[in-house]
């Protein structure tokens, strides 16, 4: 009945350490399909790729200019094959050297200009292909047209913008949660 207690002394808590030594937050893994990684790259180069086949196969008819969303369809390809070209090479870059591209002004850039260009991209390609059926099906014009060209350059925009929704959603999710 009369063992001792122990006794109870009020300890300080440490003092809180430097805001500047401790981390701003958790990063998340480079998932594929992130910016400065093989599957960002082969994002890339598939966005290129369908862009460039766009383009070229819009650019072998004699008539798209005539019809405004097939221009836009062209610029929209031209803006996308730059995009995607320049950041192959800021991927390859990255890959090469192992460094990583999870700066925060870097990934704010990625997801705006990836957001412009996935925006103008699907726009050109709902505009083509709304001009396409109404050339194809409605007027029944293919044979003084090419609208098998017109259905390839707009079935390639489409690829090209769906190559380009993961990256935008990607980078888009890292400047959110970093």
Known sequence: MFASRPAVHPVEAPPPPDPAEQPRGVLMKDLPGMPGTAGGLGLRLAQFAFAAVALAVMASTNDFPSVTSFCFLVAAAILQCLWSFSLAIVDIYALLVKRCLRNRR???????????????????????????????????????NHCASFESATAMAFLSWFALSPSFLLNFWSMASG
Do not use: Y
């Open 106 to 144: 870097a990934v704010c850039l990625f997801a705006i200009g990836d957001g412009i260009t996935a925006a103008l991209t699907f726009s050109a390609a709902c505009a083509s292909s709304g001009i396409t059926v109404l050339i194809d099906n409605d007027l029944d014009l293919c044979s003084e």
